[in-house]
């Protein structure tokens, strides 16, 4: 290698580098609102990937392309390239490389996985348990008895055994440590709020813990996300994360009220279709009637 | 090379000795390697044409926020039966096809090891086809559980009846399974046992190594997708409790049944289509393979690893998190022999002498698509970041880019590459290059937008979502319809040139390897004297005779 093309490629390895770095900037971009403290670690975690994965795509297909653009046979030209069988050196180096990166890629994200402690695995609750993310970010956990998270074919629905309220809509106090319980009533159903990054399957027969730090006020979706029949699309409601002032509010305020049939837009849908004389679907499972609660969110509300 | 090699024709007595002379053939039992192949090829795409038909009815209704253009219910069954019928029926088939047409003749072979057996394994595709689109005619409609078919959601069954859709996805899929380990049995022993003469490991193309890598898979993996199906089957049909919670069973359970196979699965579709890549590039690149040996062993260790990834796909189901950290770290590995074959490819396409055929072009279509696959899989790998997006279209569309960018496009480049060989007549190079414009355009439209959407998350399997996803499905959709028009060329093209095109020389491409050396198509039991091979594969530039005849070496 002369020591003309060694600058070339250093020269433009570089540009790589930055361009790539600045498009794993941007990616903070892709997602939606960082609302807990598990957002900002995978945001930075993915933003990471994403620069080191553009930096492999860019390169690749850049070479790729040059290659289709620049040392194309010409029309009558049937001679054979350059019989090039290997080069030890560069073999090995590039096996190297991508091992590098996935020791890397792969400490990085148990390190991220680590500080997210979001529990999950297992059916044991640590109530009130200090943990380490709690600690980083200030809050302060307290001693309360999990919210209960009750999941349905196709409602979902929010036990607080503190106050002995249910409710439709998830409510949280920002920057406390969240503590949640899940069970299934029937099939595999998935806690997912884009806006916190996590998710947790809730598998029926096991009550499942499942922790995270809400850190930004607001009002976010909440949606099911492992697939769970007929309605499953349907299957969406909201958490609202508010101060700690508000959260008590509006709890003691959902205390007074009596519990009502919530809205619920899977077993709305199944009256309608039923009603219709010539149905065109397939079969269908009949959803459980509508949730009673003492507070019921509307889809009409709006989410960030 | 000899000119005795390139003539050696057949002592039959056939007046088109054993080529596929008349289409009946193709509907007989026939044992001969080349009919099964072109059997398999025929009958998938068939079915890969009701696939994407299921799927442009899915873009449709995707193409609005709310679900008005066909019932949910309709949507829940058009989503299984699609990915069920592109795997089961489409990818599985068509690369078995592949791998009985061209294995025997690239090691030298007159016919597989097993030829009745063989033709049994196709002769169940279609019958448990029949079986699988029987279940739109049942009462209540196909299975709408998705193509994993997860307990409990797969053993609700509210029609009541014994025989519904569910029930019948269960049997094709159990079929489906004991087909494709007939087939792998046969294939990896026509490999090991029946190369020509000097057909040493490393003389041997990286096609066949690659073949026989993902048929590995199939021999360790399919009995635990099988079993999962027959115990799914007996909870849904007679009340067993193996993974019904209700009666005490473990869903969970199920799902690593499911994905012990259904994860390296990939792996069985993906390496027969690294094996194409590596075909199609040297030839039309005029370049050897760069690091054969590497590429070739490359396949084998992706074999070995993808038995360690399946639990991947259960991050977010209850697994304890030291799996949690081990699968992770196995699953990124997987990306270390794939660097290896990706780079192999781009050394061998640079400095070339390259001609952009129609082959070519799929190929290095198919390379670039896999690459973003791959990084976004590495992404996959990394639990924390696996949280926010599994089960959102995240995974579809990294999905969609290995099973279509890659895949389905070397699927294509295989079939332009081949296609003289097995027809006796060249395609049509415009119409070919169209297929490929509207293909890449329309892959890309369709299934790059599923990332912004998964990262918003936005969940798959949805037959109606908020309005904030509309813009990227917009476009998606018009990609898939696209991707649909795409087909046209394609069939067109394939069919007048069959039956009208310009005669095909045997070697259009002057490649190197035993199947170019017999006439196209290839006569009946391919070799008249099974040669001796006497260097690589790959030996572009360096003007290395590939075989000698039998005859000459006695003469010696």
């Known amino acids: 290698m002369t020591r003309r093309t060694l600058f070339t490629l250093i020269a433009l390895a570089s540009g790589l580098a930055l361009v790539s770095y600045w498009i794993g900037q941007q990616s903070y971009s892709w997602m939606p609102v960082q609302a807990s ?75 991220t996985y680590n500080r997210m402690s979001i529990l999950g695995s297992g059916g044991s609750l640590h109530v009130g348990m200090p943990t380490a993310m709690a600690n980083e970010i200030g809050a302060s956990p307290e001693a309360s008895a999990p919210i209960e998270v009750r999941s349905r074919q196709w409602a979902w629905e929010f036990y607080y055994p503190d106050r002995d309220v249910t409710s ?19 099939v595999l159903h998935g806690f997912y709020v884009p806006a916190f990054r996590v998710k947790q399957d809730i598998i029926p027969g096991r009550a499942i813990a499942f922790e995270f730090t809400p850190i930004r006020e607001g009002r976010y979706r909440l949606r099911d996300s492992e697939y769970s029949g007929t309605y499953f699309a349907t299957n969406q409601t909201h958490v609202v994360v508010e101060s700690l002032k508000s959260y008590q509010q509006w709890l003691a305020a959902a205390a007074a009220q009596p519990l009502t049939p919530a809205e619920n837009v899977a077993y709305q849908e199944f009256k309608a279709a039923i009603e219709k004389p010539m149905s065109l679907g397939w079969s269908r499972i009949v959803p459980a009637a509508a949730p009673l609660a003492n507070y019921s969110s509307s889809e009409s509300d709006s989410h960030e | 090379m000899s000119d005795a090699t390139l003539t050696a024709l057949p002592k039959t007595e056939q007046p088109h000795p054993g080529a596929p002379d008349n289409w009946k053939r193709f509907f007989t039992f026939s044992t001969d390697h080349k009919v099964i192949g072109i059997q398999y090829i025929v009958t998938a795409f068939f079915f890969f044409l009701i696939g994407g038909l299921l799927a442009m009815v899915m873009r449709g209704e995707l193409i609005t926020p709310a679900a008005d253009l066909v019932d949910r219910t309709v949507y829940n069954g058009l989503f299984t039966m699609h990915g069920t019928i592109m795997l089961f029926m489409w990818t599985f088939p068509f690369l078995n096809g592949l791998a009985n047409y061209l294995v025997p003749l690239m090691i030298g072979a007159r016919d597989m090891a097993f030829p009745k057996l063989n033709a049994v394994a196709f002769w169940m595709v279609p019958v448990f086809g029949v079986i699988l689109m029987a279940s739109f005619l049942v009462p209540g409609g196909p299975s709408q559980s998705g193509w994993w078919a997860y307990p409990p959601v797969s053993l609700q069954n509210p029609t009541g009846n ?155 189901s209850g697994t304890p998190d030291w799996m949690r950290m081990l699968f992770m770290f196995s699953t990124m590995l997987i990306s270390v022999p794939t660097g290896v074959k990706v780079f192999a490819w781009v050394a061998t396409v640079w400095g070339g002498k390259i001609q952009l055929t129609t082959p070519m072009l799929f190929a290095l279509g198919g390379l670039v698509m896999f690459l973003f696959a791959g990084v976004t899989g590495i992404m996959l790998a990394s639990a924390p970041f696996d949280i926010h997006v599994n089960n959102t279209y995240f995974v579809v569309g990294h999905f969609h880019y290995v099973i279509y960018g890659a895949a389905v496009m070397g699927a294509y480049a295989a079939i332009y590459h081949w296609f003289p060989k097995m027809t006796g007549h060249m395609y049509y190079e415009g119409l070919g290059k169209l297929h490929f414009a509207l293909t890449f355009i329309g892959a890309n439209l369709n299934f790059f937008p599923m990332h912004p959407l998964g990262l918003q998350g936005m969940p798959r399997r949805v037959a109606s979502y908020d309005p904030e996803f509309a813009f990227w499905n917009v476009i998606a959709s018009i990609g898939g319809f696209i991707l649909g028009l795409s087909t046209l060329p394609f069939i067109l093209n394939i069919l007048s040139s069959w039956v009208q095109g310009k005669k095909a020389p045997n070697n259009p491409w002057r490649a190197i390897g035993l199947e170019w050396l017999v006439s196209s198509p290839p006569p009946h039991e391919n070799f008249a004297e099974i040669p001796v091979v006497v260097s690589g594969p790959y030996g572009y530039g360096s003007n290395e005779p590939l075989v000698e005849l039998a005859e000459s070496k006695a003469a010696e």
């Open chain 2, 162 to 316: 014994l025989i519904n859709g569910q029930l019948l996805w269960l049997v094709a899929v159990a079929l489906s399974g004991i087909s494709s380990i007939l087939g792998a049995v046969n294939i990896v022993t026509t490999i090991v046992r029946m190369r020509a003469l000097g057909l040493g490991w490393f003389r041997m193309p990286v096609f066949v190594w690659a073949v026989m890598s993902a048929q590995i898979i199939q021999l360790f993996g399919l009995p635990a997708l099988t079993a999962g199906a027959v115990m799914l089957l007996f909870d849904l049909a007679v009340g067993t409790s193996f993974f019904n919670p209700a009666g005490g069973g473990d869903p969970v359970l199920y799902q690593h049944f499911f994905w012990f196979y259904s994860h390296p699965a990939v792996y069985v579709i993906i390496l027969p289509i690294f094996g194409v890549f590596s075909e199609v590039f040297p030839v039309h690149a005029r370049k050897p393979l760069f690091g054969y040996p590497f590429v070739a062993v490359s396949s084998l260790v992706i074999t070995g690893l993808s038995g360690v990834v399946w639990v991947h796909h259960m991050f977010a």
């Open chain 1, 168 to 186: 439709t809509e998830l409510h949280l106090p920002v920057n406390q440590r969240a503590q949640l319980q899940l069970t299934s009533e029937d």
């Open chain 1, 37 to 111: 403290a598990e957002a900002i670690l995978v945001d930075n975690l993915f933003s990471f990937m994403v620069a080191i994965a553009s930096f492999i795509v860019l390169g690749v297909t850049g070479t790729l392309l040059y290659s289709v653009l620049f040392q194309r046979a010409s029309r009558y030209d049937i001679s054979d390239g350059p019989a090039l069988e290997g080069n030890l050196k560069l073999e090995i180096v590039w096996t190297a490389i991508p091992l590098v990166l996935v020791v890397w890629i792969g400490t990085y994200s148990y390190q």
